[in-house]
């Protein structure tokens, strides 16, 4: 999602990067979880309006309500939400997930700016759509939340290397080249 004023621009310089991770996040959950459902990717502009149609959490729960709670939805914001109990810049619930898109200075070579992406954006992501898939596979929430928080700290305190993908979705070291990055989903394929 995108500002008015901005969402050209963010088309021109992140949508390729996008549109590739939602294909990637298709077969992620599909391979390391057999979970089939449709990815799509697209762009919501925000228009500025009244007081209460200011973007925020709760815009964002009326628009997955408006477009089917049924349906998983995922935005990338530009901003935080003031509330989550996750500490990714993020908010999931029930078939729905919004992180804060982080994006890198306007000359950043095509390379660095996946490499930004996927280490600043694809690991909250994964973080997120784990709580999701594993309510999805009838764990409740409580041991969801605490054991993706456990592994997501054990990533972060660099005890636990993050999953690395090329852009044919191939595992590779974190000194490759490499397009997406992911928790370490044997940790989560355990429970």
Partial sequence: MAKDQEW?????E????????????HWWIRRHFHIDFNVDADILPVIPGK???????????RDHA???KGIYHFYLAYFSPFWTDCQTEGYSSENFGMVYWKRPSADTSQSERARFFADNNCTKISHLLSHEVMRMKG???????????????????????????N????????????????????QISSV
């Fill in 139 to 165: 764990k409740n929430r409580k041991e969801y939340l605490d054991f993706v928080h456990d592994l997501w700290h054990r990533h972060i305190g660099n005890t636990l290397d993050y999953n690395y993908y």
């Fill in 167 to 186: 852009d044919r979705f191939v595992r590779v070291s974190q000194s490759s080249l490499y397009r997406f990055a992911t928790l370490d989903t044997s």
């Fill in 8 to 12: 050209q621009t963010r088309r021109n």
């Fill in 66 to 68: 408006q477009r089917g």
């Fill in 51 to 61: 007081i209460f149609d200011r973007m925020s959490l709760d815009y964002l729960l």
């Fill in 14 to 25: 992140d949508w390729d990067y996008v549109h590739s991770m939602s294909r990637f996040y």
